[in-house]
């Protein structure tokens, strides 16, 4: 008996080395956690207030979309944009929300829209594309985050008197 004891002694102090793990360092847990998040979306979709009553993710994103769409054409309908290119018929505007709610528009072109003035087509969207409602930024795990995204604006040929 006293041989068996002795044996259980000498394995419970033993086993303590098969109990004990290797904690990972801050560094590593701070590399498995950022290699498993996914960077190319968000938690929440930006949104402005006509948007906020929805809970269905994909549905206020579709919201948010078509009230911007719906805003930049509407600020440009009343511009110059369709008299003096005729041709252009809609314009890829690059859309930029920065944490802090301010947005910031820049018209892509193609790379080989020599036909245009992109200069004066530039400045012409700049001088229209202020005084939005204000949108809500995105959501990353909590916080707020810049986000960017490409709108297809129809420019409307307006109707000759």
Request: glycine share 0%.
């Amino acid at each position: 008996m006293k041989q068996f004891f002795f044996f259980i002694v000498c394995i419970f102090f033993n086993s303590c080395q098969y109990f004990e793990k290797k904690v990972p360092s801050e560094k590593e847990l701070l590399q498995k956690e950022l290699k498993s998040i996914n960077w190319k979306e968000v938690d929440e979709y930006p949104t402005v207030s006509d948007c906020e009553t929805i809970t269905d993710k994909k549905e206020r994103q579709k919201c948010f979309f078509d009230v911007m769409s719906q805003l930049i054409q509407q600020k440009l309908d009343v511009d110059s944009l369709s008299i003096l290119y005729p041709d252009l018929d809609t314009i890829q505007v690059k859309v930029t929300i920065f944490p802090n709610s301010k947005m910031k528009f820049e018209p892509q072109f193609q790379k080989d829209s020599v036909a245009y003035d992109t200069i004066r087509i530039d400045s012409i969207l700049h001088a229209r594309l202020v005084d939005f409602p204000k949108v809500n930024p995105a959501i990353k795990r909590g916080l707020p985050v810049k986000t960017q995204f490409i709108l297809p604006v129809i420019i409307k040929e307006k109707e000759k008197k």
